[in-house]
């Protein structure tokens, strides 16, 4: 059956990290998933600290859409996933927020009703491409000496209830999508922890003291590497990581073990 | 009284652009550009203006003028249904210009045999017209049908374009009265006409009603073969070489049958110079509008693109200072950017429009121009709103650096003193806080769902597993400063029904939203997503004012 899905790459790939959105394509049609791009908005992770009725309207304005196409959502960012998820679950369970989200998306000839599933990178390849598959597209396997570090990524993980990613409290898929590339992984830690991205504005002190605790777990655990599903994970990663160890997002990753570039 | 008008608008017009450009030195975006002296930013601005239109780089310009402003290609990129309706009202008004309103000075020279009267100009100037006016029933239908655009869209988009529909329109007009008009073909007569007499003026009026649809006061007859043969051979020697039949005017000659039946009433007032005034006016009027209505993009927005087609670095702060100004100045406010906006749908739930990127640059020219208007309590708030997708500036049709400006701009209101709300949280203690907001005029009523039930907390036997497993209580520890009130401490105020208390804390204010503490809790408490609700609740009520104070 051919893979489909409408890619949502969110705000921070087309600002601030497209390379991530490049490789994440380019991973797709290696591995041949194909895809739409929809007039998409922010997914509303942003806004929820501030207004959650804004963050459920944005979110539910995007899977609108989708489901417009008939299109299952697939999105590289752990925030972004984690946050249509949520906002799919409030709308299931309150009547009266899914009635007014309705009624300001009907101004604009949409609608939604919630038939459209939400997924990440990681869960496409996991679930939906499957280990085999992947297998036998790899044309440059890393050599076992590589030894990388999984970042899970909060938002997808927690409120597994809602999310419903993998084992909050022993999540394997990352790994094992690591692993069909011929890298080794490692079980670190903090691997499940808060990477620092979300008080990086209100308290950089302690976000950097996040960051850090990660790295020096992942070091600990003779990691060489440490790689990222996020887009936010990368950016924090990269801001204040990069100089200890290389930190690749998935896509990069597995773009090079089946391309070799 | 018809030069006087266009002295006095002519006048307006340069005036207005010295007023404008003015500006381009007078505001300032940010710290860095007030720093400028003014003097150091007038040279500047000459310097730029020199480099960048006349001389080292033309070839450049040259490109950038070929591409972006002749044929609009950044348009096209945004959406081809604007640049379908641009390109016709730009063209067409822009060659209706040149060679009909400037016809005496550039027609005449230019082209062969003109006359305003022959074909194929009569024909192509009515054309120009449609393309003008069709490019603006397109503008028109995309204001009124593109969602956000709509709402964005304000007096100054449509009496833009009612005044250019209003011109091309008195334009048709006019020419459909003097088609009909006696006086007009009286006075052709008589400037024209070698040594006329009376009976071969009859027989040229008994042919040009029946062929050039002039409607006269005394009744032709139009049926007399003869007479209509005379009137043939004099109009041959003295009308056809400068006018050729009206059918040419293919949309005037379509009005002149549809007044016909009014021609004799629209003669004897002299239709045709009332409206020649008018249609004179309305375009005198566009002129002295310009430099202080969007229109003035015509001139800036090819700036902007040769500014940022030049590869040269900015050698001056200055220039970059008056930069910033002039591409501000670029904008059309067509609205692309805040359809394409990545937070446009919150601007449809809280209702500040200065979320919106077009509505944006607005309120940031204001703050440049020195003013502190309620506005900016806006574009503060809109403009913290931003991802900084860079969606706006890489579609903008202008080529604006909105994300640039959007990032100074968020730098300059702090430094004039408009703080982050988790700036203003830290100014205060918890209970501090508790107790200013007592003082408050409470806010509308805001939905509280979770904290206020006291179900979600009936469980809490204070374990205080959310607090063993919270990054930010441990990195804080660490760190020598901990944190206020731990996850577990709040979900005690909450308990005990000090939710006042709970909001202005720490731990509400840094929490790093992971979910660890939920997710660990042997009760199942939704902590995290009581944390979420509270800062939600805190965000309402911080900017809110002291009761008695301004």
Wanted: charged share 15%; proline share 4%.
């Amino acid at each position: 059956m051919q893979l489909k899905y409408s890619y949502f790459p969110g705000c921070k790939i087309s600002g601030q990290l497209s390379e991530y959105g490049t490789s994440t394509k380019k991973l797709m049609s290696l591995l041949g998933i194909e895809w739409v791009e929809l007039q998409f908005n922010c997914c509303g992770y942003p806004i929820r600290h501030q207004n959650l009725e804004a963050s459920v309207f944005s979110a539910a304005r995007n899977m609108a859409l989708a489901e417009r196409a008939h299109l299952d959502i697939m999105t590289p960012c752990k925030c972004c996933f984690g946050n249509l998820k949520h906002s799919q679950h409030m709308l299931k369970n309150d009547p009266a927020l899914f009635k007014r989200i309705n009624e300001r998306l009907k101004a604009e000839g949409l609608t939604y009703s919630g038939t459209i599933e939400i997924k990440h990178l990681l869960t496409v390849l996991y679930h939906d491409v499957g280990l085999e598959k992947i297998k036998t597209r790899i044309g440059h396997p890393y050599q076992p000496k590589t030894i990388v570090a999984a970042s899970y990524g909060c938002h997808a993980l927690r409120p597994a209830r809602i999310t419903n990613f993998d084992n909050p409290f022993d999540p394997s898929i990352f790994e094992k999508v690591i692993e069909v590339s011929g890298a080794q992984t490692v079980l670190w830690p903090k691997r499940t922890e808060c990477c620092g991205q979300p008080v990086f504005e209100r308290n950089p002190d302690l976000s950097n003291a996040l960051l850090q605790s990660k790295i020096s777990d992942a070091i600990q655990a003779r990691a060489n590497m440490i790689c990222t599903a996020c887009t936010y994970c990368q950016m924090q990663y990269e801001r204040l990581g990069q100089d200890k160890l290389p930190v690749v997002t998935i896509s990069e990753f597995l773009k090079k073990a089946i391309s070799g570039q | 009284m018809l030069k006087y008008s266009f002295y006095i608008s002519f006048v307006i017009f340069i005036a207005g652009l010295i007023f404008r450009m003015a500006q381009w030195v007078r505001f300032d975006l940010d710290t860095e550009s007030a720093e400028q002296s003014k003097v150091k930013r007038i040279f500047a601005l000459w310097e730029s203006l020199w480099n960048h239109l006349v001389s080292a780089q033309a070839l450049l310009m040259l490109k950038a003028i070929f591409w972006d402003g002749l044929l609009q290609v950044r348009i096209l990129k945004s959406s081809p249904l604007r640049w379908l309706a641009h390109m016709s009202i730009f063209w067409g008004f822009i060659l209706l210009l040149l060679f009909h309103a400037l016809d005496d000075q550039i027609s005449a020279w230019v082209l062969p045999d003109y006359a305003s009267t022959i074909n194929p100009y009569m024909f192509l100037r009515n054309l120009c017209g449609v393309f003008v006016l069709s490019g603006i029933i397109i503008a028109l239908y995309r204001r009124r049908n593109q969602f956000i655009v709509r709402q964005i869209s304000n007096w100054m988009d449509y009496t833009a374009l009612g005044l250019i529909a209003a011109i091309i329109v008195s334009g048709f007009l006019v020419e459909a009265v003097q088609i009909i008009s006696e006086n007009q073909f009286d006075s052709m007569v008589s400037d024209y006409m070698i040594s006329p007499d009376e009976s071969e003026i009859s027989a040229l009026r008994a042919y040009w009603a029946k062929y050039y649809s002039v409607s006269f006061a005394q009744a032709v007859d139009t049926t007399n073969k003869i007479v209509l043969e005379t009137g043939n051979s004099i109009h041959q020697d003295s009308c056809a070489s400068c006018h050729s039949r009206p059918q040419y005017a293919f949309v005037s000659y379509n009005l002149t049958q549809s007044i016909m039946p009014f021609a004799t009433v629209l003669n004897a007032i002299q239709m045709d110079k009332i409206l020649l005034i008018i249609h004179y006016m309305l375009c005198f009027i566009g002129l002295a509008w310009l430099p202080f209505s969007k229109m003035f993009h015509m001139l800036t927005t090819p700036l902007n693109y040769c500014m940022a087609a030049s590869s040269q670095e900015t050698k001056h702060s200055a220039a970059t200072a008056n930069g910033k100004i002039v591409s501000l100045d670029a904008c059309t406010h067509c609205g692309v950017c805040s359809e394409q906006c990545s937070v446009a749908p919150i601007y449809r739930v809280t209702a500040n429009d200065c979320i919106l990127p077009s509505e944006k640059v607005g309120a940031v020219l204001s703050m440049a121009a020195g003013r502190h208007p309620i506005v900016l309590d806006s574009l503060f708030a809109g403009n913290a709103v931003c991802t900084e997708c860079n969606k706006c500036t890489i579609n903008c049709p202008s080529g604006i650096p909105l994300l640039d400006i959007w990032q100074s701009t968020k730098k300059e209101l702090q430094n004039k003193g408009w703080y982050r709300p988790e700036d203003i949280i830290k100014k205060h203690s918890a209970y501090e806080w508790a107790d200013i907001w007592k003082t408050q005029t409470p806010p509308q009523s805001f939905p509280s769902f979770i904290s206020d039930d006291p179900q979600t907390y009936e469980a809490c036997v204070q374990c205080s597993i959310c607090t063993q497993v919270c990054p930010i209580v441990a990195a804080a520890s660490n760190s020598g400063e901990p944190i206020d009130l731990t996850p577990q401490q709040v979900m005690n105020l909450l308990r005990i029904g000090l939710k006042d208390k709970a909001l202005g804390t720490q731990m509400v204010w840094t929490c790093a939203t992971c979910y660890m503490c939920q997710e660990n809790c042997p009760q199942h408490i939704p902590v995290a997503d009581v944390l979420y609700e509270l800062r939600n609740l805190a965000h309402a009520q911080i900017y809110l004012k002291q009761t008695g104070e301004k």
